[in-house]
């Protein structure tokens, strides 16, 4: 009988009724695959058709592709959740819903939930009391905080997905054990302790300067009719969610928790709820988890709209966001007591405003593709006075490359607001900026994002015509870094090679000896935990690696060597390979600066085919190695890169 309650009855024979259990090789249990089923459903409001339902590429992608598409352009889906534009002279690059034109500095402030807090505070929206904890060691100063509050929510500073969040702390046992998961999930940002407040959260989606759909997550709960057992009612929803393109992949699963959340009630999955009897199956509201969700943008009091529009313009820069905001009453007017901003989340999933198990919806994508269509200057502004927390006086402390900037613009009249130690707003009239490390305010997200994954950056580069590797092949990382068998494979694949490199991500490339297994091994390895996308091995012409740094289309610095020998490259090797570098650089549009390595023979002869190979492409290159052969050192380099930055700047305001 516990075997009947968990596992699911598929039918009767003559005999007995009989069980079906198809297990994976590989992976956890789940739903079957649903790579070639196709679904109609509304579009948005007043429009419907076929949407293709793939658990390769999220609903996001697809639906951005699919916007893109009704508009003329062909946008195919490149390696996993990238958009890629076939237009020439204006090629986009979609990850999800960050662009080519997404700042990657506003990501940074977004999802660094001290500087968010910051920003939202500047705007004057309605957040929670809180405070932020830079070291461990302050532990007695939060056990006060809270003390203070009553009920408190600790959450590391750089989480996601709720990782090392905890709700509801209340004694100091719990505080240390909240305090230790949320510094553990931080790597070294800090935490925050704040109040807890009571009512319901909403996602409010905002393109733009304008929110354009907002919806509830409902828990996965059922409803009894007397009749049907617990697993025939989630059977049920799951056939109705597999009609949801947003849901088809992720099925209400009775997995070994929920069956035990029965149990203490007395439940088992073979249990009959009665006649309108509600039973939740997760208080947890996750769309993985069984949760389905609910349109209520004409619903909610209208100036809860304004609120979450605000929210995302103190964010200088950033185009689309998720607002969560949690009231008392979304009926009643957005007032300071009703309600607070719980978070921002730069890279929303929509496929819960195109396709919602209830209500009304809603074109997100559509709105997402007209915004980039407009030129990022003739975008609404913020006008917000940004509070920063950070000395700008203190430089010791700040990172070092972002204070060479830093420097740079105040010396060109920009003002400079710190935000932590190694993020900055600069502005000089019109002319507004952000920078963090080394990554700007003109540096695009899904740009940075495909440096980073083989396949995606491997098509770019084919388009952009540059002379490649001759044999190349991405595997995928063995499953443990003691297992060999996708590294046998690689290895196998470079034999006879007279050079051979790996690489993962816009990672340096690292040349093995192919006929030194042991060595390889230690490579692979030494790779592995970094590789979730992939190793990208490559045989290599015998020749000289050179990196040359670009800045918005210009080579202002070129060097060869390794970091324990780094070297200037002569102006003449510059003359024959900086154009390749430039047109390297160019196929990742949105790509300001960056750092292209290339693999030549002979760097001293002129630039023939054959003699030269493009290996990576880098974003976020570490100044200070440039800057110890440039001449005039690291001043004058930053020098160089903030001068074409503010050409740039003052281009797009034309």
Partial sequence: MKLLEILEIAGLDEQAPYLELTLPTTGELGSQSLESLTTRAAWHEGSGGEFAVASKHLTTSRAISYELERRGISAPLIGKNFVVTDEPGSSQLYFLTSSHDTPYTSIKAAGDKRISRLLLESSGVSIAKGRYYGASTEFAAAKDWMAELGRVVVKPVGGTKGKGVTVGVTSEPALRSAWDRAFAASRGAGVLVEEVFVGTEARFTVVGDQCIAVSLRIPPTLVGDGKKTIRELINTKNEVRRLNPHLATRPIILDQGRVAKLREQGLTPASVLGAGEEYIVDHKAGFSTGAESVDITNEIHPSYLEVAARSIMSVPGLPIAGVDIMAHDFSAPADPENYIIVEINSQPGIGAHHFPAHGRARNVAGEIVRLHQIPRHKRRAPAINIVGSASQSNLKSLNVDTSLLAREFSDRGFDITWLSSDYFHASKGNLRTSVWRSFTSLTGKASVFATRSPKVAIHLLEQANVALPRRMKVFKRDLAPTETRNASRALAFIENSVVASLRIGSQMPVRVDWTNRENFMAVWQRLWRGAQKGVIVQELLDGEQLRLLVSHGEVVAAVSGDKDSIRPVPDQVVGEYGSVAVTAAAAFTGLD????????????????????????????????????VFAGGQRSLARAIVDSHVTALAALEE
């Fill in 593 to 628: 600066i960056c750092e292209v390595v290339l693999n030549v023979i002979a760097p001293n002869q002129p630039r023939a085919d054959g003699n030269h190979e493009v290996l990576a492409v880098r974003p976020a290159p570490d100044l200070k190695e440039y800057g110890t």
